[in-house]
């Protein structure tokens, strides 16, 4: 089965400093998938990666998925304590497989102020 | 938001007794899911259906059974609830099977002592 396996699994950052979060799986990756969990709430999707190489951006947050489609990594530029949270990557479990997620274990990420 | 609605959001049972989870949706989405999410393990697919009466078995299904006789409601029942299903349960719905853009409701906590 795939793993994703993610880094750092926490993050304290100081309001307005940049920082990256990695997604590394054990599988070619068919589709990535960023989502960030508040707190006791559910997850909110931020972002899908399907192409090598590909890039795309939401407000101040990168997302980028390698040549190689086994790694993925999410930039936040400026943090803001909006930014705390837990961010997730899920990816497809198989080719055809879709909407079935395996999700990587998640990093935390708190902004002091 | 997408309508998600999960009940109970908290419960706390006796280990050998009938649980039942409720996910409605109010946004006739086709695909529901049930996630359980642990400390060191992030999400892992339960049950999921991709329409009235058609549900299938993810990665964690033993001691679940699932239901949908209705679009909008999706149950997840533990027969004889163990403490190690104490757990945070989420559900999620999306439109495609194709994508892994879930929308997910805020998660019913568990505890099964």
């Known amino acids: 089965s795939q793993e994703l396996e993610q880094s750092p699994q926490s993050l304290i950052v100081q309001e307005g400093k940049n920082l990256t979060i990695n997604c590394t799986s054990s599988?070619?990756?068919?589709?990535l998938y960023w989502y960030k969990q508040k707190y006791g709430e559910g997850l909110i999707f931020l972002m899908m990666l399907q192409k090598g190489g590909e890039e795309k951006s939401h407000e101040k947050i990168t997302a980028k998925l390698d040549e190689k489609k086994q790694q993925s990594s999410l930039h936040i530029t400026a943090s803001q304590p909006s930014h705390a949270g837990i961010y997730l990557c899920g990816a497809d479990a198989s080719e055809s497989s879709g909407d079935k997620l395996t999700f990587g274990t998640g990093t935390r990420l708190a902004v002091r102020p | 938001d997408a309508g998600i609605t999960q009940s109970p959001r908290h419960k706390v049972t006796e280990t050998g007794t009938p649980v039942t989870l409720r996910c409605h949706q109010t946004?006739?989405?086709?695909?529901m899911y049930w996630y359980r999410q642990d400390p060191g393990h992030g999400l892992r697919l339960i049950h999921y259906s991709y329409g009235v009466k058609d549900t299938d078995k993810g990665e964690v299904s033993d001691g679940y059974s699932v239901s949908r006789s209705k679009t909008e409601d999706f149950l997840l029942t533990l027969e004889s609830a163990t403490s190690s299903q104490t757990s945070v349960y989420f559900c999620?719905?999306?439109?495609?099977?194709?994508?892994?853009?879930?929308?997910f409701g805020e998660g019913s906590r568990l505890t099964v002592l």
């Open positions: 946004e006739n989405h086709r695909y």
């Open positions: 599988k070619t990756l068919y589709g």
């Open positions: 999620a719905i999306s439109d495609s099977g194709e994508t892994g853009e879930l929308f």
